[in-house]
């Protein structure tokens, strides 16, 4: 575990945090006016290894080598020269520090962080982070890497768990989740939606089945999987008499089939590993939380309860309420992942790609 300090007077701004995998959602921005949670579990950071903030350049003003090596090769608005590694943490996680409300950045409902740090160092008025907690964002605390660095907390290392392990105390990412909206005070709100996390999740394992495609039309198993990807994966690829078969793999699960040409597998939510399937089948990773509730859903009934009702009596509560809605990947997760791979460069893929901003229309994203 770390506790992150300022570089200038060496003050504590965070308790003790244990690291994670950066989520898929760390940047999603999500419909509008949305009410979204914190995005870290307390006592939990993740480092984005991309740079971030300003200064910007325009897709037109960087020479393509330098975007390949950057590892963008389709074109996208603007990349930032920014300083990478910033560390995001829960709001709640900070200590030590002083809020700057006139750096508020543009907001709409609450703080968005274009203006640069708004949270400063209480002992020494060094910039440090920036508040984010406007609608549609995901609340969260971005700690500047240049003006924090991290300390070790003497005997709190710590394994990361197993898949084993994952299994038996992670639990899964429910598909479906009321979303509210700031200020909102009608009946309307919150109302039932497909899970933001399973949106973006969607989003950049939708760019990865693609290229796992080479071209040729993809299936995937029945029920939830088949209602997140199916739809999608018949209007981007062209229809044909063969299909290359995808399959859920993964810890607990049986070993694929020798005929599966894709598995859909997890990543470790600490490391960020990719469970490695056995053979040539190509790993298209989701979120452990995403993945586990494929693998072995939950399923909509009364469950057991102890405690102030008697051993045995079944709970009558209504089962989750499902979106009315067809599931749609998010577009933005979906784009960023295409343009960092290379296969995106081959014809078919490439028109695919410039045929995206059409496919919303159509409610496909």
């Given at each position: 575990m770390f506790v992150f300090v300022c570089v200038a007077c060496r003050a504590e701004l965070t308790v003790a945090l244990s690291q994670v995998a950066l989520p898929v959602h760390a940047h999603q921005q999500y419909g509008n006016g949305a009410q979204l949670p914190v995005l870290m579990e307390s006592g939990t950071f993740a480092v984005d290894p991309e740079p971030s903030g300003p200064p910007w350049r325009r897709w037109e003003e960087v020479d393509p080598e330098e975007a390949a090596a950057r590892g963008f090769y389709?074109?996208?608005?603007t990349l930032s020269d920014g300083a990478p590694g910033a560390i995001v943490i829960a709001p709640g996680d900070a200590r030590g520090t002083v809020l700057v409300p006139e750096r508020s950045g543009g907001y709409c409902c609450g703080l968005g962080g274009a203006d640069g740090p708004n949270m400063v160092c209480e002992g020494c008025g060094l910039p440090v982070a920036s508040r984010?907690?406007?609608?549609?964002?995901?609340?969260?605390?971005?700690?500047?890497?240049?003006?924090?660095?991290?300390?070790?907390?003497?005997?709190?290392?710590a394994a990361p768990l197993s898949w084993e392990e994952l299994l038996e105390e992670q639990e899964g990412t429910p598909p479906f989740e009321p979303i509210g909206r700031w200020g909102s005070r009608g009946t309307d709100y919150p109302y039932w939606s497909w899970s933001?996390?399973?949106?973006?999740?969607?989003?950049?394992?939708?760019?990865?089945?693609?290229v796992a495609s080479q071209g040729e039309p993809v299936t995937v198993p029945d029920g939830l999987v088949k209602e997140v990807f199916q739809r999608a994966l018949d209007a981007l690829l062209p229809a044909g008499p063969s299909a290359r078969r995808a399959v859920l793999a993964g810890p607990g699960l049986p070993l694929p089939a020798a005929d599966a040409d894709i598995c859909l597998v997890p990543a470790h939510p600490?490391?960020?590993?990719?469970?490695?399937?056995?053979?040539?089948?190509?790993?298209v990773s989701l979120p452990?939380?995403?993945?586990?509730?494929?693998?072995?859903?939950?399923?909509?009934?009364?469950?057991?309860?102890s405690g102030g009702m008697p051993d045995g009596v079944l709970r009558d509560d209504p089962p989750m309420p499902r979106s009315p809605y067809l599931f749609r990947a998010d577009p933005a997760?979906?784009?960023?992942?295409?343009?960092?791979?290379?296969?995106?460069?081959?014809?078919?893929?490439?028109?695919?790609?410039?045929?995206?901003?059409?496919l919303m229309r159509t409610g496909l994203f």
């Open positions: 389709a074109p996208v608005y984010i907690d406007d609608c549609s964002s995901w609340q969260a605390v971005w700690l500047e890497p240049e003006a924090v660095c991290r300390v070790p907390v003497e005997g709190t290392d933001p996390r399973w949106e973006a999740a969607a989003g950049r394992a939708l760019a990865h089945l693609l600490q490391t960020g590993e990719v469970w490695t399937p056995a053979g040539s089948a190509y790993p452990f939380g995403v993945w586990r509730w494929l693998a072995f859903p939950e399923p909509d009934l009364a469950v057991p309860v997760v979906f784009r960023d992942a295409l343009v960092r791979l290379p296969a995106v460069r081959s014809p078919w893929l490439r028109a695919g790609f410039e045929d995206i901003t059409e």
